[in-house]
């Protein structure tokens, strides 16, 4: 495959594509910490979700394990590894649909109530909640969840094809040593993917109109024509991520051990592999309620500033078209 650079289009091809007001340009931590404690509620709807398939999972992890004891000791040894291999493949199943589901559309609501807030400074008409709106706008645009779902796969793979068609990242940033590092950074680059597909969802949602697919496909060129400084930011701000996850984590040690304290005596025995796993488990939630959505904030307001009054590149159109046929699949 040949390797590009995201400046190496050819001349734009007339005026902006889009036309909506844009009222947060500063695209700081301060700022982003502002709107989620504005947008709180999915926050703790999604906290809330994470802890309750948490526990379940953990529950029956010990249902798995204690149930392949019992049959391998009590019955025969193939009956118990049978057991422990159908419960976790359908625990897998059930956390890898029915939570990214649930998920997935908990994140687009709450990036439609983001995106009025950030483009118009207000909810609807203030007589309407904020998961009342962010669902009555995201179905009011896709008609079925399915679609919605369907097409943010189709955006994350379009994302990857043309990240793999990059230069190498560390020639784009001017830090001292980071060639050496490349590798990492691309790893860094695969993981901000997460949040660029709902950020293409919200140019979607601004610009409004009645072909959402279309304007999702103008949002992926966008992208395309500002690729390095949305990607040099989203390259911090996931280092920045990792290293609050990490202290996160640290710090809920002490509740951990708290939570540790209170279990059964047999469980008390492995007291620090237990509370270093409820720690991690913790941490895994917030991260995900929290961290997260404070990041892809700033990555909403990021690409909104940058597109603001720019004009949509038409070449493009034709090496996306080119590069994966995923891009030419969203609008079918």
């Known amino acids: 495959m040949t390797k590009v650079r995201p400046n190496g289009a050819g001349p734009p091809s007339g005026g902006p594509s889009h036309s909506y007001p844009l009222l947060v340009r500063d695209h700081g931590l301060g700022t982003a910490l502002k709107l989620l404690l504005e947008t709180l509620p999915y926050a703790l709807a999604r906290w809330s979700v994470l802890l309750g ?3 379940a999972c953990a529950l029956w992890a010990l249902v798995a394990v204690g149930g392949a004891v019992w049959l391998g000791t009590h019955v025969a040894t193939v009956f118990g590894y049978c057991w422990l291999l159908g419960v976790l493949l359908v625990g897998g199943w059930i956390w890898g649909t029915i939570l990214r589901y649930t998920l997935h559309m908990i ?11 950030i483009t118009r400074g207000s909810i609807g008409n203030g007589s309407e909640g904020q998961f009342a709106y962010g669902r009555r ?3 009011d645009r896709f ?13 994350r793979a379009v994302l990857r094809a043309f990240h793999n068609a ?3 990242l560390g020639d784009w940033l001017p830090a001292p040593g980071m060639k050496a590092v490349v590798g990492l950074l691309n790893t860094i680059l695969s993981a901000a993917t997460r949040y660029l597909d709902k950020v293409v969802l919200s140019y979607d949602l601004a610009r409004g109109g009645d072909d959402p697919k279309r304007n999702v496909q103008d949002g992926l060129v966008y992208y395309c024509q500002n690729a390095k400084p949305i990607l040099a930011t989203s390259v911090w701000m996931v280092i920045v991520e990792r290293i609050l996850s ?13 939570v540790t304290v209170w279990l059964p005596e047999a469980i008390r025995e ?4 237990v509370t270093v796993c409820i720690a991690a488990l913790l941490a895994v939630t917030v991260r995900a309620a929290f961290i997260q ?8 307001i990021r690409f909104h500033a940058l597109i603001e009054n720019q004009p949509i590149n038409s070449t493009w159109v034709g090496y996306l078209d080119g590069l994966t046929d995923k891009f030419r699949q969203i609008v079918r």
């Open 137 to 139: 706008i995201v179905m």
């Open 293 to 300: 959505p404070l990041f892809l904030i700033c990555m909403m």
């Open 246 to 258: 990490i202290l996160l984590c640290l710090l809920l040690l002490v509740p951990a051990g708290l």
């Open 166 to 168: 990059l230069d190498t």
């Open 270 to 273: 492995y007291g620090a592999i």
């Open 107 to 117: 994140a687009c609501g709450h990036v439609a109530v983001l995106t009025e807030l």
């Open 53 to 55: 398939f948490a526990t």
């Open 143 to 155: 008609g079925e969840v399915a679609i919605l779902f369907g097409l943010g796969a189709l955006i």
